[in-house]
């Protein structure tokens, strides 16, 4: 799997202070991966310590773009987001 990173991506996560190797290690070894039917991207989840790693990527062939990512303290962003049919589980 080739991992690219979109330039939305890099300056989200050079703002957000997100290590590149936790954005990699949420891809490799995700808690959960959510398809967003509105937009079409997947997303993984990982928690790391007591906040959750969301990031949001699309597959082009067999690169997997990122697209955007996000840290919260919000655990149950996703639960919230999978109740209201924005997110599903694959």
Do not use: C
């Not at 906040?51 to 062939?61: A, C, H, P, R, W």
């Amino acid at each position: 799997m080739t991992i690219e990173l979109s330039p939305h991506a890099k300056k989200r996560l050079k703002i957000r202070q997100i290590a590149e190797v936790d954005v990699i290690s949420a891809l490799k070894n995700p808690d959960k991966i959510l398809f967003n039917g509105d937009t079409g991207n997947f997303i993984a989840v990982k928690k790391i310590n007591d906040k959750m790693l969301v990031v949001v990527y699309m597959i082009v062939g067999n690169i997997v773009r990122v697209v955007s990512a996000f840290i919260t303290s919000k655990l149950d962003i996703v639960d919230k987001r999978i109740r209201k049919g924005r997110w599903r589980i694959i």
